[in-house]
């Protein structure tokens, strides 16, 4: 399972690549369609670290064992209301 520590690295990662993403679009080096496509793929799984994070602070908070938690299809998280 992952833990925390993984988790907000995994996160760093993926925020570093939309931001180098942009760049490269801003730049030209990317066009308008892959640059949409992969963004919105980054949307998707940092939605899923920050779920499984959001499960494991929970499971924490009320004595359950953080392990327990389960990364949540991009499909479910994305179905998520504000």
Same mark, same amino acid.
Request: proline fraction near 1%; include cysteine; charged fraction near 45%.
């Given at each position: 399972?992952?833990? =925390? @520590? &993984?988790?907000?690295h995994?996160?760093?990662? $993926?925020?570093?690549e *939309?931001? *180098? %993403?942009?760049? @490269?679009?801003? +730049?030209? =080096?990317?066009?308008? =369609?892959? /640059? #949409?496509?992969?963004? #919105? +793929? %980054? /949307?998707? *799984? $940092? =939605?899923?670290?920050?779920?499984? %994070?959001?499960? #494991?602070? +929970? @499971? ?6 953080? *392990?327990d938690?389960? +990364?949540? &299809? ?6 998520? %209301?504000?």
């Amino acid at each position: 399972m992952t833990d =925390d @520590k &993984s988790l907000f690295h995994r996160i760093d990662e $993926l925020v570093a690549e *939309e931001h *180098e %993403l942009r760049t @490269k679009h801003a +730049a030209g =080096d990317v066009n308008d =369609d892959d /640059e #949409r496509t992969r963004l #919105r +793929a %980054l /949307e998707v *799984e $940092l =939605d899923q670290c920050w779920d499984l %994070l959001r499960q #494991r602070r +929970a @499971k924490r908070e009320f004595g359950d064992n953080p *392990e327990d938690a389960t +990364a949540r &299809s991009g499909d479910v998280v994305e179905g998520y %209301l504000n």
